[in-house]
DNA sequence: TATAATACCTAAGTTCCTTATACATAAGAA
DNA sequence: TTCTTATGTATAAGGAACTTAGGTATTATA
Protein backbone atom coordinates (compact mmCIF):
# COMPACT_ATOMS: atom_id res chain seq x y z
CA UNK A 1 0.00 0.00 0.00
CA UNK A 2 1.25 3.14 -0.88
CA UNK A 3 0.34 6.97 0.48
CA UNK A 4 1.46 9.62 -1.68
CA UNK A 5 0.79 13.40 -0.53
CA UNK A 6 1.87 16.12 -3.70
CA UNK A 7 2.73 19.17 -3.07
CA UNK A 8 -0.15 21.48 -3.14
CA UNK A 9 -0.20 22.11 -6.58
CA UNK A 10 2.88 24.60 -6.14
CA UNK A 11 1.66 28.24 -6.45
CA UNK A 12 1.88 30.29 -9.53
CA UNK A 13 3.83 33.68 -8.70
CA UNK A 14 1.90 36.53 -9.74
CA UNK A 15 2.28 37.78 -13.30
CA UNK A 16 3.85 34.45 -13.73
CA UNK A 17 0.65 33.29 -15.94
CA UNK A 18 0.39 35.96 -19.03
CA UNK A 19 4.28 34.99 -19.50
CA UNK A 20 3.92 31.65 -19.71
CA UNK A 21 0.87 32.15 -22.39
CA UNK A 22 2.39 34.62 -24.20
CA UNK A 23 5.61 31.99 -24.59
CA UNK A 24 3.58 29.50 -25.53
CA UNK A 25 2.09 31.13 -28.38
CA UNK A 26 5.43 32.65 -28.99
CA UNK A 27 6.14 28.75 -30.02
CA UNK A 28 3.62 26.79 -31.11
CA UNK A 29 2.27 29.74 -34.05
CA UNK A 30 -1.63 28.87 -32.50
CA UNK A 31 -2.78 27.47 -29.61
CA UNK A 32 -6.44 26.92 -27.73
CA UNK A 33 -6.95 27.18 -23.92
CA UNK A 34 -7.21 23.54 -23.20
CA UNK A 35 -4.29 22.68 -25.31
CA UNK A 36 -2.09 25.02 -23.27
CA UNK A 37 -3.42 23.81 -19.67
CA UNK A 38 -1.99 20.34 -21.25
CA UNK A 39 1.41 21.60 -22.67
CA UNK A 40 1.98 23.33 -19.58
CA UNK A 41 1.65 20.01 -17.73
CA UNK A 42 3.73 18.03 -20.01
CA UNK A 43 6.12 20.51 -20.07
CA UNK A 44 6.37 20.82 -16.47
CA UNK A 45 5.91 17.22 -15.45
CA UNK A 46 2.68 17.85 -13.71
CA UNK A 47 3.76 20.36 -11.43
CA UNK A 48 2.18 23.31 -12.61
CA UNK A 49 -1.39 23.07 -13.14
CA UNK A 50 -3.15 26.27 -14.77
CA UNK A 51 -6.77 26.29 -13.96
CA UNK A 52 -9.16 27.47 -15.88
CA UNK A 53 -10.63 29.84 -13.83
CA UNK A 54 -7.18 31.64 -14.19
CA UNK A 55 -7.01 30.54 -18.32
CA UNK A 56 -9.86 31.71 -19.83
CA UNK A 57 -10.03 35.58 -18.00
CA UNK A 58 -6.20 35.79 -19.11
CA UNK A 59 -6.70 34.50 -22.61
CA UNK A 60 -9.57 36.94 -22.90
CA UNK A 61 -8.01 39.94 -20.97
CA UNK A 62 -4.75 39.22 -23.73
CA UNK A 63 -7.04 39.23 -26.17
CA UNK A 64 -9.01 42.50 -25.36
CA UNK A 65 -5.45 44.40 -25.29
CA UNK A 66 -5.03 43.41 -28.53
CA UNK A 67 -1.92 41.09 -27.83
CA UNK A 68 -4.04 38.55 -29.06
CA UNK A 69 -6.30 37.22 -32.42
CA UNK A 70 -8.69 34.58 -31.85
CA UNK A 71 -10.07 32.20 -34.48
CA UNK A 72 -12.66 29.47 -33.36
CA UNK A 73 -12.99 26.22 -34.99
CA UNK A 74 -15.18 23.40 -35.04
CA UNK A 75 -13.60 19.71 -34.18
CA UNK A 76 -15.47 16.65 -33.74
CA UNK A 77 -18.17 18.82 -32.94
CA UNK A 78 -16.88 20.27 -30.11
CA UNK A 79 -15.92 23.83 -30.70
CA UNK A 80 -12.22 25.34 -29.92
CA UNK A 81 -10.86 28.68 -30.08
CA UNK A 82 -7.35 29.33 -30.93
CA UNK A 83 -4.99 31.70 -29.82
CA UNK A 84 -2.39 34.08 -32.01
CA UNK A 85 0.02 36.22 -30.95
CA UNK A 86 -0.68 39.89 -32.91
CA UNK A 87 2.25 41.51 -33.78
CA UNK A 88 2.43 43.71 -30.36
CA UNK A 89 1.64 40.44 -28.75
CA UNK A 90 4.99 39.45 -29.75
CA UNK A 91 6.63 42.51 -28.61
CA UNK A 92 4.97 42.35 -24.94
CA UNK A 93 6.52 38.18 -24.94
CA UNK A 94 10.10 39.71 -25.16
CA UNK A 95 9.55 42.24 -23.08
CA UNK A 96 7.55 39.66 -20.11
CA UNK A 97 10.46 37.45 -20.41
CA UNK A 98 12.99 39.87 -20.08
CA UNK A 99 11.25 40.94 -16.94
CA UNK A 100 11.35 37.36 -16.04
CA UNK A 101 14.45 37.14 -16.51
CA UNK A 102 15.22 40.05 -14.26
CA UNK A 103 12.96 38.82 -11.58
CA UNK A 104 15.35 35.89 -11.28
CA UNK A 105 18.51 37.54 -11.52
CA UNK A 106 16.60 39.75 -8.33
CA UNK A 107 15.86 37.03 -6.42
CA UNK A 108 19.08 35.39 -6.99
CA UNK A 109 21.19 38.34 -5.86
CA UNK A 110 18.89 38.97 -2.54
CA UNK A 111 18.28 34.90 -1.92
CA UNK A 112 21.89 33.46 -2.87
CA UNK A 113 23.98 36.70 -2.49
CA UNK A 114 27.50 34.76 -2.70
CA UNK A 115 26.48 33.81 -6.85
CA UNK A 116 25.88 37.30 -7.62
CA UNK B 1 20.96 67.90 -19.58
CA UNK B 2 19.93 64.50 -18.69
CA UNK B 3 16.27 62.45 -18.77
CA UNK B 4 16.31 59.74 -16.79
CA UNK B 5 12.93 57.15 -16.97
CA UNK B 6 13.43 54.57 -14.66
CA UNK B 7 11.30 51.26 -15.23
CA UNK B 8 8.47 51.72 -12.67
CA UNK B 9 9.46 49.81 -9.61
CA UNK B 10 10.19 46.31 -10.76
CA UNK B 11 7.09 44.57 -9.29
CA UNK B 12 7.19 41.92 -7.17
CA UNK B 13 5.70 38.65 -7.61
CA UNK B 14 3.46 37.54 -5.62
CA UNK B 15 4.87 35.51 -2.23
CA UNK B 16 7.94 36.69 -3.16
CA UNK B 17 7.61 39.23 0.22
CA UNK B 18 8.06 36.74 2.84
CA UNK B 19 10.65 34.48 0.91
CA UNK B 20 13.07 37.28 1.13
CA UNK B 21 12.08 38.54 4.96
CA UNK B 22 12.53 35.45 5.94
CA UNK B 23 15.74 34.65 4.42
CA UNK B 24 17.40 37.77 5.30
CA UNK B 25 16.33 37.04 8.52
CA UNK B 26 18.26 33.96 8.51
CA UNK B 27 21.27 35.59 7.37
CA UNK B 28 21.20 38.19 9.90
CA UNK B 29 19.85 37.18 13.00
CA UNK B 30 17.63 40.11 13.94
CA UNK B 31 16.46 43.31 11.64
CA UNK B 32 13.93 45.76 12.12
CA UNK B 33 11.36 46.90 8.79
CA UNK B 34 13.08 49.82 7.91
CA UNK B 35 16.67 47.64 8.34
CA UNK B 36 15.02 45.11 5.79
CA UNK B 37 13.63 47.76 3.10
CA UNK B 38 17.19 49.76 2.83
CA UNK B 39 19.02 46.19 2.36
CA UNK B 40 16.59 45.03 -0.03
CA UNK B 41 17.28 48.15 -1.86
CA UNK B 42 20.90 47.94 -1.70
CA UNK B 43 21.62 43.72 -2.33
CA UNK B 44 19.04 44.75 -5.56
CA UNK B 45 21.24 48.13 -6.23
CA UNK B 46 17.43 49.76 -6.09
CA UNK B 47 16.07 47.48 -8.40
CA UNK B 48 13.65 46.35 -5.61
CA UNK B 49 11.89 48.62 -3.14
CA UNK B 50 9.62 47.30 -0.75
CA UNK B 51 6.93 49.51 0.29
CA UNK B 52 5.99 49.60 4.00
CA UNK B 53 2.51 49.15 3.32
CA UNK B 54 3.59 45.58 1.97
CA UNK B 55 6.33 45.13 4.48
CA UNK B 56 4.54 45.80 8.09
CA UNK B 57 1.73 43.86 7.71
CA UNK B 58 3.43 40.69 6.31
CA UNK B 59 6.27 41.24 9.70
CA UNK B 60 2.84 40.90 11.71
CA UNK B 61 1.31 37.87 10.04
CA UNK B 62 4.62 36.06 9.96
CA UNK B 63 4.87 36.96 13.79
CA UNK B 64 0.95 35.87 14.31
CA UNK B 65 1.80 32.64 12.36
CA UNK B 66 4.75 31.75 15.50
CA UNK B 67 7.52 31.69 12.52
CA UNK B 68 9.26 35.51 13.97
CA UNK B 69 9.71 37.08 17.32
CA UNK B 70 9.95 40.35 18.32
CA UNK B 71 11.60 42.32 20.75
CA UNK B 72 11.17 46.44 20.99
CA UNK B 73 13.94 48.60 21.71
CA UNK B 74 14.23 52.38 21.56
CA UNK B 75 17.67 53.69 19.96
CA UNK B 76 18.02 57.73 19.60
CA UNK B 77 14.56 58.20 21.34
CA UNK B 78 13.07 56.15 18.53
CA UNK B 79 11.37 52.95 18.62
CA UNK B 80 12.43 49.93 16.72
CA UNK B 81 11.25 46.45 16.34
CA UNK B 82 13.51 43.78 15.80
CA UNK B 83 12.37 40.40 14.55
CA UNK B 84 13.78 37.57 14.21
CA UNK B 85 13.05 33.85 13.46
CA UNK B 86 11.78 31.36 15.96
CA UNK B 87 12.13 27.66 15.26
CA UNK B 88 9.80 27.22 13.10
CA UNK B 89 10.42 30.11 11.28
CA UNK B 90 13.75 28.89 10.65
CA UNK B 91 12.28 25.03 9.02
CA UNK B 92 9.77 27.37 6.88
CA UNK B 93 13.02 29.53 5.68
CA UNK B 94 14.26 26.05 4.13
CA UNK B 95 10.85 25.41 2.70
CA UNK B 96 10.27 28.51 1.42
CA UNK B 97 14.02 28.85 -0.45
CA UNK B 98 13.05 25.32 -1.61
CA UNK B 99 9.49 26.34 -3.02
CA UNK B 100 11.33 29.63 -4.82
CA UNK B 101 14.74 27.04 -6.45
CA UNK B 102 11.38 25.20 -8.01
CA UNK B 103 9.79 28.16 -9.36
CA UNK B 104 12.65 29.23 -10.95
CA UNK B 105 12.98 26.01 -12.28
CA UNK B 106 9.75 25.11 -13.65
CA UNK B 107 9.47 28.64 -15.11
CA UNK B 108 13.04 28.08 -16.82
CA UNK B 109 11.20 24.21 -18.01
CA UNK B 110 8.73 26.94 -19.78
CA UNK B 111 10.73 29.53 -20.59
CA UNK B 112 13.90 28.03 -21.85
CA UNK B 113 13.37 24.08 -22.52
CA UNK B 114 16.13 23.93 -24.51
CA UNK B 115 18.09 24.34 -21.18
CA UNK B 116 16.10 22.05 -19.13
C1' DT C 1 -24.55 3.64 -17.96
C1' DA C 2 -21.80 6.23 -15.28
C1' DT C 3 -17.32 8.40 -15.34
C1' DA C 4 -13.46 10.56 -17.42
C1' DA C 5 -11.65 13.36 -21.02
C1' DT C 6 -12.29 17.16 -24.01
C1' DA C 7 -13.69 22.01 -24.49
C1' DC C 8 -15.61 26.22 -23.21
C1' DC C 9 -17.28 29.76 -19.48
C1' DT C 10 -18.21 32.86 -15.15
C1' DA C 11 -18.83 34.41 -10.30
C1' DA C 12 -17.46 34.73 -5.58
C1' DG C 13 -13.86 34.79 -2.57
C1' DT C 14 -8.93 35.21 -1.01
C1' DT C 15 -4.43 36.76 -1.02
C1' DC C 16 -0.94 39.86 -1.76
C1' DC C 17 0.37 43.76 -3.35
C1' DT C 18 0.17 49.35 -4.29
C1' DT C 19 -1.14 53.79 -3.03
C1' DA C 20 -2.20 57.00 0.24
C1' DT C 21 -2.18 58.57 4.62
C1' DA C 22 -0.93 59.15 9.45
C1' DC C 23 2.14 59.87 13.52
C1' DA C 24 6.74 60.96 15.62
C1' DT C 25 11.84 62.15 16.16
C1' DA C 26 16.39 63.69 14.31
C1' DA C 27 19.32 65.81 11.03
C1' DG C 28 20.32 68.89 7.45
C1' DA C 29 19.43 72.66 4.24
C1' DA C 30 17.38 77.16 3.05
C1' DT D 1 14.06 79.38 11.87
C1' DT D 2 11.61 76.64 9.16
C1' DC D 3 11.13 73.35 5.62
C1' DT D 4 12.60 69.04 3.81
C1' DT D 5 14.75 64.59 4.15
C1' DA D 6 15.86 60.53 6.71
C1' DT D 7 14.52 57.36 10.20
C1' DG D 8 10.96 54.52 12.15
C1' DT D 9 6.34 52.69 12.85
C1' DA D 10 1.41 51.76 11.30
C1' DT D 11 -3.25 51.18 8.87
C1' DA D 12 -6.98 51.59 5.38
C1' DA D 13 -8.79 51.58 0.72
C1' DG D 14 -8.31 49.73 -3.60
C1' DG D 15 -6.78 46.68 -7.39
C1' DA D 16 -4.77 42.70 -9.78
C1' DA D 17 -4.29 37.91 -10.16
C1' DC D 18 -5.11 34.06 -8.48
C1' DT D 19 -8.25 29.74 -6.32
C1' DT D 20 -12.40 27.48 -5.69
C1' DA D 21 -16.58 26.16 -7.15
C1' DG D 22 -19.82 25.98 -9.94
C1' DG D 23 -22.12 25.63 -14.99
C1' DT D 24 -22.83 23.77 -20.13
C1' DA D 25 -21.94 20.38 -23.79
C1' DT D 26 -19.86 16.48 -26.57
C1' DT D 27 -17.11 12.17 -27.03
C1' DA D 28 -14.66 8.21 -25.33
C1' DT D 29 -14.06 4.67 -21.95
C1' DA D 30 -14.94 1.42 -18.09
Redesign the interface.
Known amino acids: MYICIVMSN???????LN??IL??LNENDKMYGYEITQR?KE??KG??KITEGALYPALHKLEAEGLLDVEVAKVDNRLRKYYKLTESGTKETVSK?E??A???K??Q???N?KLA
Chains 1, 2 share one sequence.
Do not use: D, F, N, Q
Not at 10 to 16: E, I, R, W
Open positions: SKLYKGSTIKLVLTELLELEYITMALVP
